[in-house]
DNA sequence: GCGGGGGGCGCC
DNA sequence: AAAGGGCGCCCCCCGC
């Protein structure tokens, strides 16, 4: 069953399709394409059509029938639902399908709500999308979700039906770009059962990230500003630097003999040449090489001065609200499939501050953490026999030491980053030679992803996201052909050879996750409904659970890992464990 | 005065 | 010893 939602007037208004098809696997995660292209065709000639506008009527649809509900955008139509109470079990997100859909036919940021999707089906003028689906630029202010805003009600003001007409048009497309001669030209062919369920992932992380975004990470404003009193003294007012920083720019600009504003990286850079210091950046790596008496307060004022301006204490002012994290999670937001944030810095939380985030009383964080993920997805993705043994060890990169690097875990890692990263010079490329040796087959999948792209062309992760393809100006450097040029375009070609290489792995480790979180989240909707997804970075999730759950929402995660694996990598013995850790404050987790 | 690019650094 | 993929966010700095 199909439900379509729209906003008007600040209320819901949605559509139920007739109750044509048996329910159940439609909208799985594992949704299989028979029944879902089934129910596609149903609605077509459907012709009973409930509409309501009440909310225990919505709720009672949830209830009874578990439809698939089609969301213009998740992140705009869910918190909608969320407000009357409602959270749904499955989804189907137009705007971030049509994202997957036009990037397979490479077309990046193209307008992709309901009414562009129609119009390009009809061959009609494509309307812009009313507002950016990332967000768009945010200013540095907590603000309501952009729901009730008139611009958004007006534009979302939608006949339900054409959300419908877009499902279907989306269904079909999905049947034509899988398979066929130009897919495979391209490098990106996938069955279409891959790409429903990248689809139908991508549609559930963004309810995850609708529910993570309404219920951020629990937040202790008064630890927060302990660990800023310890490290900075009292807080300043207004512009003005913390006592502590002052002071060290002091010494900074005594070490010199004359005045220097450590904030400056011109400035920083000129007063080293000055002392006789011929330094290309004033990056931490570089200054620490350096004997000279500025390089140590420096070195603290840049770790505090971070601390200040990135998670001080307008960060906390504008970011944690009611106790909580106030990030906004934007699922799909990276070209690769990852998330990203706005505002709040969600994603890069220091792990010095992480102290500050802590469970509310009677409640504990489930800190599941998939670990060494990115090898691992290598080995899945490329099918190498030998990696794929190796990945049943907790420490992938020991087991790799082992076996081919004479036990020198550091030299094994290095290696397997520069792999997957494509460094090609110093030590990581003379280690190369080792994998390239013990690991065949994966190191032919990247190295395939680096060619393709070097020459222009696309990749794809393993369930069929595509990289975008090189912008006009790529082709012009690489193409220009005067000698001096050349070496221009030589680095060119492999900036884009390294962007592909890391694609192939980064974008599968997305499609992996999605699909992680996504079967977690129906599993805690079942039998714990009162836990709450609270933080996601890439690879590891944090939930809030009350206390006696803890352990039953752990052995969930790790389940739910697995699942992820049989669905993303079918028939794949790769192990992609996820050792989740309960506990009371972030900092305790690692 | 404002916007955008780049430097630098936090996370994965 | 030397420096590779993806971001967000702060600041500086320059050009309009």
Same mark, same amino acid.
């Given at each position: ?105 490479? #077309?990046?940021?193209?307008?992709? $709500?309901? !009414?562009?999707?129609?119009?390009? /089906?009809? +061959?009609? =003028? &494509?309307?812009? %999308? ?110 003005? #630097?913390?006592?502590?920083?002052? $002071?060290? !720019?002091?010494?900074?600009?005594? /070490?010199? +003999?004359? =005045? &220097?504003?450590? %904030? ?124 794929? /043994? ?132 129906? /599993? ?67």
């Amino acid at each position: 069953m199909l439900v379509a939602v729209t906003i008007r007037n600040g209320g819901v208004r949605a559509v139920r399709m007739a109750d044509v098809v048996a329910d159940g696997a439609v909208g799985d995660v594992s949704a299989d394409a028979p029944v879902a292209h089934a129910a596609a065709e149903a609605v077509g000639g459907a012709a009973a059509v409930t509409e309501v506008t009440g909310p225990a009527e919505l709720a009672e649809w949830e209830q009874s029938y578990a439809p698939r509900w089609i969301f213009d955008l998740a992140a705009e139509m869910y918190p909608a639902l969320l407000a009357l109470g409602i959270r749904v079990r499955r989804c189907h997100d137009l705007a971030l399908t049509e994202r997957i859909l036009l990037g397979r036919e490479g #077309r990046f940021g193209e307008p992709c $709500r309901a !009414a562009a999707i129609l119009a390009r /089906a009809h +061959g009609e =003028p &494509v309307p812009a %999308d009313p507002v950016p689906i990332d967000g768009g630029a945010r200013p540095h202010v907590v603000e309501q979700p952009g729901l009730f805003d008139d611009a958004v009600a007006e534009a979302t003001e939608t006949d339900p039906r054409l959300l419908i007409a877009a499902y279907r048009d989306q269904m079909r497309r999905v049947d034509r770009s899988a398979g066929g001669p130009e897919a495979t030209a391209a490098g990106i062919d996938v069955s279409a059962g891959a790409l429903r369920l990248l689809i139908a992932a991508e549609s559930g992380s963004a309810l995850v990230a609708a529910e993570m975004s309404r219920r951020g990470l629990p937040w202790d404003a008064d630890v927060h500003r302990q660990i800023l009193a310890d490290a900075l003294g009292t807080r300043p007012t207004d512009g003005a #630097r913390p006592a502590t920083l002052a $002071r060290l !720019a002091e010494e900074i600009s005594t /070490a010199f +003999g004359f =005045p &220097v504003n450590p %904030d400056s990286p011109v400035d920083l850079r000129e007063a080293f040449h000055r002392s006789g210091f011929d330094i290309e950046t004033t990056r931490a790596w570089v200054l620490r090489e350096i004997d000279h008496p500025a390089v140590a307060p420096l070195l603290r004022y840049k770790d505090l001065a971070r601390l200040f301006t990135a998670n001080g204490w307008n960060w906390l002012d504008d970011w944690v609200v009611d106790g909580r994290l106030a990030a906004q999670f934007l699922p799909g937001a990276v070209v690769s499939g990852r998330w990203a944030t706005r505002g709040g810095g969600g994603l890069q939380l220091p792990t010095s501050m992480r102290r500050a985030a802590i469970a509310e009383p009677g409640h504990v964080l489930v800190v599941a953490d998939a670990a060494q993920l990115e090898p691992r997805i290598l080995a899945a993705v490329s099918k190498d026999p030998a990696l794929t /043994a190796l990945s049943g060890d907790a420490d992938l990169y020991a087991a790799l030491a082992a076996d081919g690097f004479g036990g020198d875990r550091r030299h094994a890692k290095l290696a397997m980053l520069g792999a997957m990263y494509g460094q090609t010079s110093g030590e990581a490329a003379r280690l190369m030679a080792t994998m390239r040796v013990r690991y065949p087959a994966a190191v032919a999948c990247v190295e395939s992803a680096a060619r393709r792209g070097e020459a222009g062309g696309v990749v794809a992760s393993v369930l069929g996201r595509a990289c975008p393809p090189p912008s006009e100006g790529w082709r012009r450097a690489v193409g220009a052909g005067g000698a001096s040029d050349e070496s221009r375009a030589r680095r060119v070609a492999r900036d884009r050879g390294r962007f592909t290489r890391n694609f192939v792995i980064q974008a599968s480790a997305a499609d992996w996750a999605a699909a992680w979180m996504t079967t977690l989240r129906l /599993a805690l909707l079942d039998e714990v409904p009162a836990a709450e997804m609270v933080l996601f970075q890439h690879d590891e999730l944090v939930i809030h659970v009350p206390e006696p759950y803890a352990e039953q929402v752990c052995e969930l995660a790790v389940t739910a890992a697995t699942t992820a694996r049989d669905l993303v990598f079918p028939g794949s013995s790769v192990h992609t464990p996820v050792r989740p850790v309960a506990v009371r404050c972030y900092a305790d987790a690692k």
